[in-house]
């Protein structure tokens, strides 16, 4: 009964629409929500069968030496720290490390490699900095290594992004080797609701903090608080009720959206053995940790402060986030993601590889997100009783915070 | 016991130093009670406490033999109409009181037959589909008994329901609420005297957090036999007279002024009159120093 009503209130508001509109929009422009153009077929030989990110440390040394020289050079070094792109110039001491490290890789010595970088255009031509031959694989990474966290991270040189100098083609053998486990491994759905999680995970991560705001500060507005405060119903019931019905008028219309991209290929398949649970497994166990967890923000803070100051940190969250996602599009996972990339269709040998980090990441999320819950249950309890005292005096404090940040502005 | 509110020295503070309630002691028994005070006085504050949405600080409350730590069960036999309180704009009459109805853990069945019953009540049967935004203020006032009264209590606790509203919608107001006040404790609060005139057998005074008075209204109006006197005067005396008397009450005709004051001996050429709540209330302010100065306002 209050499910319903919840429910009711939830979607009859401007917050959900707008939801319903993003979700449709990234959908619809990022081609994840029609797929009948896409089917996945038997790898014909001698066709070409795409590149792939390898580790080959053939190619990658070289390639990856010969930029860091150059970024040397110009002492301008290319940086992602948190996703965002950045230019770092090294301060001489910093430099002169880079110069050790390089002079490790190439023989060449840091006095030399220094005077170089003062007469950049001579020089470039007299001596020939090559890495050595008997630097082993370990060793360069070691080495790389070092040089990203000279540069503060995030550098073409830090593990993950050493792969980007090795791209090699798909051979007819690793071809059917893929095909085979989109067959029998996501038995084709599969890859495609991942793909589809992978960008309605953006909307999914965000959104949710909006509705949960929306339906916290409600009764205040409506000045309705004091009506409800001194009902009967528990806190306990009242909150967990708010924030499920958050949670499924989310996951219903994504869900729905989730048959209607899947079952837009199941025709291309006739005959072979399809997973038609998949894009239900896949929104519930790839998308909803993320809506918990932006829905349990949300009610949080704004229990907490009756501002909705969520939407800041959320926003703040899932601004970094999926900035820093870009570097892992290809489908890597890190334990405190909010939205986990999977930018491919099939790719099944890495979602495979990296499915516990994954599961592991999902279940942090959802699980934070449930003591999130049960904190707003009590701060809810606590000012129905009018318990004012730790509550009110971090709203002070925001307050005061926030008055102090306008004068400065001023 | 088992229908009264027991209240011993309760005290209420707002942050430290803020004392809103000081050694409040009260029983209040079934029927008509009333809580006369000025702005301030901590009705609001005594009202919030009974229904759970503000703890106390010391001293202990027991709503019908049920002490009020046990919120859970307070909560089911109080109904609460807040002074200043509001319902989702947007929702119809009949969807808030469903919605109310449901929190107050009601059936369908019988929610639907009830809020039907109450709507009848108070008259708003025919707005039931309009929605709350588009209620007058004395039409939200009524919702606000009506979903007071959803849950049946045992206890109704009303916070200056009749403020702000005109002198026709408050009498049916004040009738409304003497027509539920049967087999109920009603708590009703307000700084409005004749209020408690129309409807309360039973009353206390609360000024600064404090009972100045507790008791029946025809006691109430005996305390202040003999204190009351008028006199007719000339208008060129009052700033004079304005300072020797207390002054309750005062209208002029040309250069003559009636004026009513409070004294506790007669004072020559002045006639003694038959008090009446006002009066009484008034001169409890009186005698606890802190009279309301009356600004000199030609009535
Ligand atoms: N949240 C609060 N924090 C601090 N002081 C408060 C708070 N609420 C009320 N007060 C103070 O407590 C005293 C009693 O307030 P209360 O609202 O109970 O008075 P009231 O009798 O209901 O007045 P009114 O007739 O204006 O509604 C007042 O002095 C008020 O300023
Ligand atoms: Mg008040």
């Keep these: ?410 | 016991m088992e229908n009264c509110i027991e209240i011993k020295e309760l005290n209420k503070f707002y942050g430290k130093k803020k004392q809103a309630l000081s050694n409040v002691n009260l029983t209040i028994e079934q029927g008509m009670f009333g809580l006369l005070g000025r702005n301030g006085a901590g009705k609001t504050t005594l009202m919030k406490t009974l229904v759970t949405l503000l703890k106390k600080q010391s001293g202990s409350i027991s709503v019908c033999g049920i002490p009020i730590e046990n919120a859970k069960e307070i909560r089911k036999i109080v109904g609460y109409l807040p002074q200043d309180f509001s319902m989702y704009p947007t929702m119809t009459v009949i969807e808030a009181m469903d919605y109310l109805g449901i929190l107050s853990g009601i059936g369908t069945k019988e929610r639907k037959e009830h809020i039907d019953l109450l709507l009848k009540k108070v008259n708003l049967t025919e707005h039931k589909n309009k929605k709350v935004k588009a209620l007058s203020g004395g039409m939200k006032r009524r919702l606000g008994i009506a979903q007071a009264l959803l849950n049946d209590p045992k206890v109704l606790i009303v916070d200056e329901p009749t403020a702000g509203l005109d002198p026709e919608e408050r009498i049916r107001f004040r009738n409304l609420l003497c027509d539920v006040s049967e087999e109920r404790i009603v708590i009703l609060s307000t700084h409005i005297v004749g209020d408690i005139e129309a409807t309360c057998e039973n009353l206390a005074i609360l000024n600064e957090g404090s009972i100045l008075y507790c008791g029946t209204v025809s006691d109430l109006l005996d305390t202040a036999k003999g204190k009351v006197f008028s006199k007719t005067v000339d208008k060129r005396d009052l700033p004079k007279l304005k300072k020797e008397y207390n002054i309750i009450g005062m209208h002029s005709q040309e250069n003559k002024t009636y004026i009513r004051f409070l004294a506790e001996v007669p004072s020559p050429g002045a006639e003694s009159c038959e008090p009446n709540i006002e009066d009484a209330y008034m001169l409890y302010l009186w005698n606890n120093g802190t009279a309301p100065i009356l600004s000199g306002g030609e009535a």
């Design chain 1, 1 to 410: 009964m209050l499910f319903g009503k919840e429910i009711r209130k939830t979607v009859l508001s401007f917050t959900f629409v707008a939801f319903i509109i993003a979700l449709l929009v990234m959908t619809i422009s990022q081609d994840v929500l029609n797929f009948s153009d896409e089917a996945i077929a038997f790898p014909k030989q001698g066709a070409d069968y795409g590149i792939q990110q390898k580790e080959v440390p053939k190619q990658i040394m070289p390639a990856a030496f010969s930029s860091l020289c150059e970024e040397f050079a110009a002492n301008e070094y290319i940086a992602y720290p948190i996703g965002f792109y950045k230019n770092v110039k090294l301060n001489d001491t910093d430099q002169e490390k880079m110069a050790d490290i390089i002079s490790t890789l190439s023989g060449v010595s840091v006095d030399d490699l220094l005077d170089k970088d003062d007469e950049v255009s001579e020089a470039k031509g007299d001596i020939e900095v090559t890495l050595s031959d008997d630097i082993s694989y370990e060793e360069f990474k070691a080495c790389m290594k070092q040089a990203d966290d000279l540069i503060g991270g995030g550098s073409n040189y830090s593990e993950n992004n050493l792969l980007n100098y090795s791209y090699v083609a798909v051979t007819y053998e690793e071809a059917i080797e893929n095909y085979n486990l989109i067959a029998s491994k996501d038995k084709f759905t599969g890859a495609y609701a991942r793909l589809f999680c992978d960008f309605v995970g953006i909307i999914l991560s965000i959104f949710p903090v909006f509705i949960a705001v929306a339906v916290c500060l409600k009764d205040r507005r409506a000045k309705m608080n004091e009506l409800i405060y001194a009902r009967k119903t528990s806190s306990f019931k009242l909150i967990l009720t708010r924030y499920f019905s958050v949670i499924i008028a989310v996951m219903l219309p994504t869900i729905i959206l989730a048959y209607i991209s899947n079952s837009s290929v199941w025709g291309q398949y006739s005959g072979m053995s399809l997973d038609y649970l998949a894009p239900l497994k896949y929104t519930i166990g790839w998308l909803m940790p993320s809506v918990m967890i932006s829905a349990a923000i949300g009610m949080f803070f704004t229990e907490l402060t009756g501002t909705p100051i969520a939407i800041a940190i959320q926003g703040l969250w899932w601004f970094i986030d999926i900035n820093v996602g870009v570097s892992k599009l290809r489908g890597v996972h890190t334990l405190f993601e909010l939205a986990p990339r999977h930018n491919a269709l099939g790719n099944t040998q890495i979602f495979l590889d990296e499915f516990n980090t994954l599961a592991a990441n999902r279940l942090i999320m959802a699980g934070a997100a449930l003591l999130l819950v049960i904190a707003t249950i009590i701060i809810y309890e606590q000012k129905r009783r009018g318990e004012l005292s730790g509550y009110e005096k971090i709203k002070t404090y925001i307050a005061s915070l926030a008055n102090r940040k306008s004068k400065s502005a001023a």
